[in-house]
């Protein structure tokens, strides 16, 4: 194992906010773009599902890759990547045609990015302090889907959707430099003789299968909620304010991510404090009761629904880090690619194509 100064933290965190910058463009410009590329709904769908799909396939096989190669390699490889794909983005996707290619791509790197990045930050913290290097993790990508939209939209009200491209692809190729600065001197969890040794313990198995039903739990919360949440603020929000389609987006988007931005790390910060059982039960606990209520609550002030869905987004994302962290310590280092990446296949293989209503319901 290495220890914390093995990777740098912040400036690791940074990267992963700058490289998932590009995640929410297309959604955030949305509108635009079926005017511009004369889109239906359903070729609209058929490109972010493409993103998504290649997103989910890119986890298992570079998870494999990462057992076979080490996970300081695969990440620096993945971060040239994500940064290819981004300008690749910004330049080619013109038309649907040429975004059906481009966004498989984008979703393709950025999911090879994901799987190393966790392992390399958990494995290189100190033993007390892996849950919450993970939260931190998920938060910088948390933080770059805000970014994503308030810079497309911000870039969308002085021009078009080809600067809001261009400018989160930029900043998506900044965080790709950043983490390979960030990673220089990772240490990888297992040797390259480790890796060739197979594992019939099953001790560790038993443990692994229940975080995996965990995971699988906690990725259907979030992307259920995430999916029906945006409707359920817009026909409240329509209802008590005169806003715009563009107002609704981002209200809806930041709610939900600076939310689970603070439910990232202060999950993992707790983890490490007081353990995972309790904060799992905790959180647990929290994102049930807000699933029985929030349903009933259209008609309350915005001024009180809207921090109603804040709590709800910490509760359903903070299992998050504490989850990872812990396959982190129980699988060994030598299979703890396949383990994330098959645990991410079954969280996300049944999750349907529905990122377009976190920015715009």
Request: overall charge positive; glycine content about 8%; aromatic content about 12%.
């Given at each position: 194992m290495g220890h914390a100064s093995s990777v740098h933290m912040p400036m690791l965190v940074l990267a992963r906010a700058c490289t998932t910058a590009v995640f929410m463009t297309y959604p955030a410009c949305l509108r635009s773009l079926m005017d511009a590329w004369q889109m239906t709904a359903a070729r609209a769908g058929t490109v972010q599902g493409a993103f998504t799909a290649s997103f989910v396939i890119s986890l298992l096989v570079v998870s494999f890759l990462c057992d076979r190669f080490g996970e300081k390699r695969v990440f620096v490889w993945s971060a040239i990547a994500c940064a290819v794909s981004a300008v690749f983005f910004a330049v080619s996707a013109r038309s649907f045609e040429s975004a059906l290619v481009c966004m498989a791509l984008l979703g393709a790197t950025q999911g090879a990015s994901y799987t190393p990045a966790i392992i390399l930050a958990s494995t290189n913290a100190q033993p007390h302090r892996k849950a919450s290097a993970v939260g931190w993790i998920l938060a910088g990508m948390s933080a770059g889907y805000v970014i994503s939209i308030l810079v497309a939209n911000v870039m969308l009200a002085v021009a078009d959707y080809r600067l809001s491209f261009a400018v989160t692809s930029a900043i998506a190729v900044v965080g790709s430099a950043l983490s390979v600065v960030a990673t220089r001197h990772a240490v990888d969890p297992a040797?390259?003789?480790?890796?060739?040794?197979?594992?019939?313990?099953?001790?560790?198995?038993?443990?692994?299968?229940?975080?995996?039903?965990?995971?699988?739990?906690?990725?259907?919360?979030?992307?259920?909620?995430?999916?029906?949440?945006?409707?359920?603020?817009?026909?409240?929000?329509?209802?008590?304010?005169?806003?715009?389609?563009?107002?609704?987006?981002?209200?809806?988007?930041?709610?939900?991510?600076?939310s689970g931005f603070l439910g990232s790390f202060l999950s993992g910060y707790a983890a490490d404090r007081f353990g995972a059982k309790p904060v799992l039960v905790g959180f647990s606990v929290i994102g049930t009761i807000c699933s029985l209520v929030i349903g009933w609550l259209g008609e309350l002030n915005v001024a009180l629904l809207l921090p109603v869905v804040a709590v709800y987004g910490f509760a359903i994302i903070g299992d998050s880090a504490v989850l990872s962290s812990a396959m982190t310590e129980v699988v060994p280092p030598s299979q703890l690619g396949r383990a994330l990446g098959v645990r991410s296949i079954f969280g996300l293989a049944r999750v349907r194509c529905r990122l377009l209503s976190l920015a715009w319901p």
């Open positions: 040797t390259p003789a480790d890796r060739v040794k197979t594992h019939d313990d099953r001790r560790w198995k038993r443990q692994a299968r229940f975080l995996t039903l965990g995971h699988i739990g906690h990725t259907w919360e979030s992307f259920g909620a995430w999916a029906w949440i945006p409707a359920f603020l817009t026909a409240s929000l329509l209802s008590q304010h005169h806003m715009t389609g563009i107002e609704i987006g981002l209200w809806t988007a930041v709610t939900l991510h600076v």
